[in-house]
């Protein structure tokens, strides 16, 4: 977010997501195995909704490929374009 405020050449709304963005599955996955975990399932659709409403299906369970391309057009580079380490980072 620094660099969207610090880059006066940047207007308008901008897309905070990973340039690789993955599934609820993927992400579920590969949480698991970073830290070696078993994975039955992800999240699953009924609890998304209990906890969050319908926001949460909007948010976490809808399918929408997202790609920050105005941040890259900007020059932004991505410390951890992909997600196992990204998560790996998170948790050490």
């Known amino acids: 977010m620094m660099f969207v405020l610090e880059n006066e050449t940047i207007r308008g709304a901008v897309n905070l997501t990973s340039p690789n963005p ?5 992400f579920t996955k590969t ?5 070696y975990r078993p ?3 992800p999240l699953p659709e009924f609890a ?3 906890i969050f ?3 949460g299906d909007a ?4 399918s929408t490929k997202v790609q920050p391309k105005r941040l890259e057009d900007a020059g932004f580079e991505f410390k951890f374009p992909e997600l196992k380490p990204a998560i790996e980072a998170a948790v050490a």
């Open 31 to 35: 949480l698991g195995e970073v830290l």
């Open 53 to 55: 409403g319908e926001m």
């Open 39 to 41: 994975t039955f399932l």
């Open 22 to 26: 993955v599934t609820n599955e993927q």
């Open 48 to 50: 998304v909704g209990m």
């Open 59 to 62: 948010l976490l369970l809808d």
